[in-house]
């Protein structure tokens, strides 16, 4: 009874915009009935060209490109960084965005990659101290897919552009969410686990990114692909339950201080997300500087478990 009652109140908080509006992940069925509610700006983060977002889009969405507006930043040679304050503030504004805004974010939703756009933004929100912040489940695939019985979408999509208003954004930054070198020198000494979110050829040092200098992980790293975190490496997310039996299985933590990293912080934000906001660990962190920024350091070291001629 008790289990009903709350699903019940998570319901009507959901519906009424209460303080549960702003869960991590919400659904389709959830979206449709929402898409019209006041102080709400839905971001089309699909990694389409903004003429594929023209030809059909959720209602209302508003188009932003996760790789050329600003998103990430490149600082000292290291790709991927979070951008200073002021540019943050000025992209989030231009979008419509205020700091009563709850923003959701509509990644493509093929594959765990593309869920990396919107995890990663979700982050970058949470860092800038802005907590209204959602991801839609399965993402723009499933909003578009086909109804066996109907032959249509399954869901109402719309066409043209969207031009937002700007409104003023303000960041407040939480330091204590950003990772520095030195940290992950300190987490090493202290051995503190590391999350290596990348695909295992990259783990082991067969495979490395042109972001960065080195092949190979930070010693001591444990490996839990990006793909191991959605189903069959798709766009829903695993259950809490299922996550935390991935996480014992490669000998990672499920509370307690850790840190997450890839090679640009795009993977990495994955295994954060799964972590901190799916889990339920509030001391897991992420890298952003990741392998593009550590590879870079003379005196870091970097292990190689396999190598070839």
Known sequence: MRSLI????????????????????????????????????????TGRTQAQYASG???????????????????DGAAGKLPPAANLE??????????DTHVVLVPLGDKAVDMGAATRIYWTFKVAGHDKVSILDGGY??????????????????????????RPFKVSLRREM???????????????????????DFYVGLSISPAATRAGTIPGAKNVQESFITKNG?????????LKAIYQSVGVPTEGDQISFCNTGHWASLGWFAAHELMGNTK?????GSMSEWSRGKDLPVEQKMKVD
């Open 6 to 45: 709350s699903s019940i109140l998570l319901a009507t908080a959901l519906v009424l915009g209460g303080p549960a509006n702003a869960q991590p992940l919400v659904d389709a069925n959830w979206m449709k009935s929402n898409l019209e509610k006041s102080g709400m700006v839905v971001l089309d983060v």
């Open 57 to 75: 889009h959720l209602p209302g969405s508003v188009f932003t490109d996760y790789a050329k507006d600003g998103w990430r930043v490149n600082i």
């Open 90 to 99: 000025k992209l989030i504004g231009s979008l419509g965005i205020d700091n």
């Open 141 to 166: 695939t499933e909003w578009s897919r086909i109804d066996p019985k109907t032959k249509l979408p399954a869901y109402q999509l719309a066409t043209g552009g969207v031009q937002p208003q700007p």
């Open 178 to 200: 950003l990772v520095t070198t030195a940290d992950v020198q300190k987490a090493i000494e202290n051995n503190v686990p590391l999350v290596d979110n990348r695909p295992n």
């Open 234 to 242: 798709g766009g829903s997310f695993r259950s809490a339950s299922q």
């Open 284 to 288: 897991a962190k992420m890298y952003d």
